[in-house]
């Protein structure tokens, strides 16, 4: 973190520009405040720091590895929520599952079937999205667009899990409005589905730190935001 940046501001004031700025887009986009949540992405940060933003008012955190979110949440205040935002190794299931109420990045058909078995055993259900790549640009992961609708026929079948919605990342962009393409076609996608299956999926995971604005626009439900809060990693 440079340091002219956390001399500048506390993170209790950074959380706070976020949620203007996050304000803002909701109010030109005509939807409601409850509309969009936060996910602080707390990932490099040391629990004392996440700390000081659960003070500030955040509940919900965002961690993208298993093992070094099991490392800080017992840490932190019980109160907080954790989603996991990255990719989940399928030997880091079993471990992941007590610890996160909405995993972000699931991936393959594979990885969603262990999910089911594991929370089957363990006797609860999974909440998650399906991260679908809407940019070979940006990350390897996630589910290719043309094999959404192929697979999403065989994640109805797991009686374990509920599928949220969709998650995607955009790829870097020198601002946020070259974001927004991305943002729409998962939005697009995301109604094809509901319509082909008749299933509601409620949640839009897009939008970090640079690009959040255009993604509340096109409807994003969860952002994912890091450094804009915590300064750079
Ligand atoms: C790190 C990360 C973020 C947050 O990125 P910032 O640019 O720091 O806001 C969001 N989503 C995922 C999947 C990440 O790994």
């Not at 298993?66 to 996991?84: F, N, R, S, T």
């Not at 009686?159 to 020198?174: C, K, N, Q, R």
Request: net charge neutral; hydrophobic share 40%; charged share 25%.
């Amino acid at each position: 973190m440079n340091a002219s940046f956390s001399i500048m501001k506390s993170y209790a004031e950074r959380l706070h520009l976020v949620r203007e700025q996050m304000a803002g887009a909701i109010a030109r986009s005509g939807r409601k405040a409850g509309d969009v949540k936060l996910v602080a992405v707390s990932k490099t940060y040391p629990a004392e720091i996440i700390c000081e933003v659960a003070e500030a008012g955040q509940i919900l955190f965002g961690e993208n590895r298993v093992q070094e979110a099991a490392g800080k949440i017992p840490l932190c205040p019980k109160d907080l929520e954790w989603h996991l935002i990255g990719h989940l190794q399928k030997n880091k299931v079993r471990k992941s599952l007590p610890l996160f109420t909405l995993l972000h990045g699931v991936d393959s058909v594979e990885l969603a079937r262990e999910i089911n078995r594991i929370s089957q055993e363990e006797d609860r259900i999974q909440r998650i999205l399906l991260e679908v790549n809407t940019s070979l640009e940006a990350t390897k992961f996630g589910f290719p667009q043309e094999q959404l609708s192929c697979e999403f026929e065989k994640l109805l079948t797991l009686s374990h899990v509920e599928i949220l919605g969709l998650m995607t990342l955009a790829p870097i962009t020198l601002t946020s409005e070259m974001a927004r393409p991305y943002f729409a076609k998962l939005r697009a996608l995301r109604d094809g589905l509901e319509n082909q299956f008749f299933v509601k999926l409620p949640e839009l995971s897009m939008g970090m730190s640079g690009d959040f604005e255009s993604a509340i626009e096109e409807g994003a439900t969860l952002v994912r935001i890091g450094s804009a809060i915590f300064g750079n990693r």
